[in-house]
T-cell receptor, first 116, second 109 residues
Framework: ETGVTQTPRHLVMGMTNKKSLKCEQHLGHNAMYWYKQSAKKPLELMFVYNFKEQTENNSVPSRFSPECPNSSHLFLHLHTLQPEDSALYLC???????????????FGPGTRLTVT | GQNIDQPTEMTATEGAIVQINCTYQTSGFNGLFWYQQHAGEAPTFLSYNVLDGLEEKGRFSSFLSRSKGYSYLLLKELQMKDSASYLCAVSDSNYQLIWGAGTKLIIKP
């Protein structure tokens, strides 16, 4: 595997379910990100991890819970979601996070989440 | 507040040239990125500008004017595979990326 991978690619879940999204990067990067992408809206940054430490939580509801066990893996645990949470969830990685404006982000293909 | 504006959709003809504009108002500036995103796929990096001027990379060029809060992405010799969304993003004073909603580019034969 190369680049950034995400599983599952598609997920349908009920509002009372608990599920997890997985992201893995094979680039040797130290920063990882979760984004939410809704149709015709800008990418919304949800969480940032730099060297396995969470550095940002952009006012994300507690029904989304991130986990970063090592610098290569990132999870997003989901529970009690709402229909408005239906979106494409993108994972990204970059060499570092802080004071690195030119470090481009590499994205995974995303998980298309539908909450029924 | 912070804001990135770009057109929602543009249409161009195969073989032609198209310019996608992006204007921004952010708290600080540490560079501007352009990404390409094909439908159902991951965004991929196209360019990064931090100084004023034009950066050329093959058929794609990106321009920046910091005084005007303005950038554009220029695509030459358009091909059908260039049909995609183009995302503009600015790195603010905290090095956080502020994203535009993207411009969907439709290429017609």
């Amino acid at each position: 595997e190369t680049g950034v991978t995400q599983t599952p690619r598609h997920l349908v879940m009920g509002m009372t379910n608990k599920k997890s999204l997985k992201c893995e990067q094979h680039l040797g990067h130290n920063a990882m990100y979760w984004y939410k992408q809704s149709a015709k809206k800008p990418l919304e940054l949800m969480f940032v991890y730099n060297f396995k430490e969470q550095t940002e939580n952009n006012s994300v509801p507690s029904r989304f819970s991130p986990e970063c066990p090592n610098s290569s893996h990132l999870f997003l645990h989901l529970h009690t979601l709402q229909p408005e949470d239906s979106a494409l969830y993108l994972c990204a990685s970059s060499q570092e996070r802080a004071q690195a404006p030119s470090y481009e982000q590499y994205f995974g293909p995303g998980t298309r989440l539908t909450v029924t | 507040g912070q804001n990135i504006d770009q057109p929602t959709e543009m249409t161009a003809t195969e073989g032609a040239i198209v310019q996608i504009n992006c204007t921004y108002q952010t708290s600080g500036f540490n560079g501007l990125f352009w990404y390409q995103q094909h439908a159902g796929e991951a965004p991929t990096f196209l360019s990064y500008n931090v100084l004023d001027g034009l950066e050329e990379k093959g058929r794609f060029s990106s321009f920046l004017s910091r005084s005007k809060g303005y950038s554009y992405l220029l695509l030459k010799e358009l091909q059908m595979k260039d049909s995609a969304s183009y995302l503009c993003a600015v790195s603010d004073s905290n090095y956080q990326l502020i994203w535009g909603a993207g411009t969907k580019l439709i290429i017609k034969p």
